[in-house]
Nanobody
Framework: VQLQASGGGLVQAGGSLTLSCAAS????????MGWFRQAPGKDRRFVAG?????????VYADSVKGRFTISRDNVKNTAYLHMNALQPEDTAVYYC?????????????????WGQGTQVTVSS
């Protein structure tokens, strides 16, 4: 599976962005999908995850709960991260990733494939 993240950019605090993660191949629907982010000088951190079947089977980091929504379209082979009420502390490079292991969805080491990252910058 090859993943291509896009949709990042510069936005003012309080604004919104939607990130997309386009996947190649016919097996996208069999993978759990996650979004991670890495701020300058910090470790990569889990943001959100969605089960292969999609729907309401999602998990979020506490820092984004209620502001971010992860979704997927298994027909379009694309996962999304809808981000609302963005704050300067959300500034980071955002990565999408694919995993076969829902149990460890929060752990980056358990993912099989990674996209290249897209920069999100939130100005105050």
């Amino acid at each position: 599976v090859q993943l291509q993240a896009s949709g990042g950019g510069l936005v003012q605090a309080g604004g919104s962005l939607t990130l997309s993660c386009a996947a190649s191949g016919s097996t996208f629907s069999t993978y759990e999908m996650g979004w991670f982010r890495q701020a300058p000088g910090k470790d990569r951190r889990f943001v959100a995850g969605i089960m292969s079947s999609g729907g309401s089977s999602t998990v979020y980091a506490d820092s984004v709960k209620g502001r971010f929504t992860i979704s997927r379209d298994n027909v379009k082979n694309t996962a999304y991260l809808h981000m609302n009420a963005l704050q300067p502390e959300d500034t980071a490079v955002y990565y999408c990733a694919a995993s076969k292991n829902w149990r460890w969805i929060r752990y980056g080491s358990k993912y099989d494939y990674w996209g290249q990252g897209t920069q999100v910058t939130v100005s105050s």
